[in-house]
C-alpha cells in the first residue's frame, strides 16, 4: 500500500491564483482530513469527510473549498490564494469503528507559497 | 472546547539523557490521546496511543501513560539518541473523533552528541 500520497510536493502561486492540492489513499478509509501546518501553531484541521459525498467544515475553513466524489480521494481547492495561506497542508485518513474513528495516518505534505 | 498544552521548545539534551515532554489537556468526555513525531521534511507518524484512563502507549523506547486525574499524557523516554531529534506533537481524538484531531503546538526536541 502507498498509504497517503498528496501532490505536489512543493508550489509557488501569485496573489488570486487558483489550485488544487491533490489527496488520494489506498486504505479503503472512509475519513479523510485536511489540516495545515504553520509555525508555532500546531496542525489546524481545515475541512474533513465521514465518505463519499459528505465534507464539512474544520477550525480553518474560510478560502478552501473541498469536495469527495470517491472514497480515494479528497482534494483541497484554493479558489483565490493568499499571502496567509503560506503553509505546509497535510492531507490525513482513517479507519472507522462503531461510535467513532481511530488515529489518523498522515501524507508527507505540500509546501504552499504564496507570494 | 478541545485544547492540548505541551512544552515548547527547543529542548536540548545530550545523547543517553532522560527525556520527558509533558502534554496536559481539556476535552469533554473521554478522549484518545496520541503522541505523533516529524523528522526534518518529513510528514507526522504516529508514536503512540491510549485510548482510556491508565493505558501505556509505547514504541521505539518511548511511553506515555494516559492519566485521567492530572489530565496529563507526558512522554518519556529513558535514554535518547541523536536520531530522535524532531518535533513532538501531542493530540486529542475526542467524541466520535469526526471533527479532527486537536494538536498542541509541538516540541522541537535536539539531541546533542
Not at chain 1, 65 to 81: H, I, M, Q
Not at chain 2, 17 to 43: D, H, K, M, R
Amino acid at each position: 500500500n502507498a498509504g497517503v500520497t498528496q501532490t505536489p510536493k512543493f508550489q509557488v502561486l501569485k496573489t488570486g491564483q487558483s489550485m488544487t492540492l491533490q489527496c488520494a489513499q489506498d486504505m479503503n478509509h472512509e475519513y479523510m482530513s485536511w489540516y495545515r501546518q504553520d509555525p508555532g501553531m500546531g496542525l489546524r484541521l481545515i475541512h474533513y469527510s465521514v465518505g463519499a459525498g459528505i465534507t464539512d467544515q474544520g477550525e480553518v475553513p474560510n478560502g478552501y473549498n473541498v469536495s469527495r466524489s470517491t472514497t480515494e480521494d479528497f482534494p483541497l481547492r484554493l479558489l483565490s490564494a493568499a499571502p496567509s495561506q503560506t503553509s505546509v497542508y497535510f492531507c490525513a485518513s482513517s479507519y472507522s469503528r462503531t461510535g467513532g474513528y481511530y488515529e489518523q495516518y498522515f501524507g508527507p505534505g505540500t509546501r504552499l507559497t504564496v507570494t | 472546547g478541545n485544547s492540548v498544552t505541551q512544552m515548547e521548545g527547543p529542548v536540548t539534551l545530550s545523547e543517553e539523557a532522560f527525556l520527558t515532554i509533558n502534554c496536559t489537556y481539556t476535552a469533554t468526555g473521554y478522549p484518545s490521546l496520541f503522541w505523533y513525531v516529524q523528522y526534518p521534511g518529513e510528514g507526522l507518524q504516529l508514536l503512540l496511543k491510549a485510548t482510556k484512563a491508565d493505558d501505556k502507549g509505547s514504541n521505539k523506547g518511548f511511553e506515555a501513560t494516559y492519566r485521567k486525574e492530572t489530565t496529563s499524557f507526558h512522554l518519556e523516554k529513558g535514554s535518547v539518541q541523536v536520531s530522535d531529534s524532531a518535533v513532538y506533537f501531542c493530540a486529542l481524538l475526542s467524541g466520535g473523533g469526526a471533527d479532527g484531531l486537536t494538536f498542541g503546538k509541538g516540541t522541537h526536541l535536539i539531541i546533542q552528541p
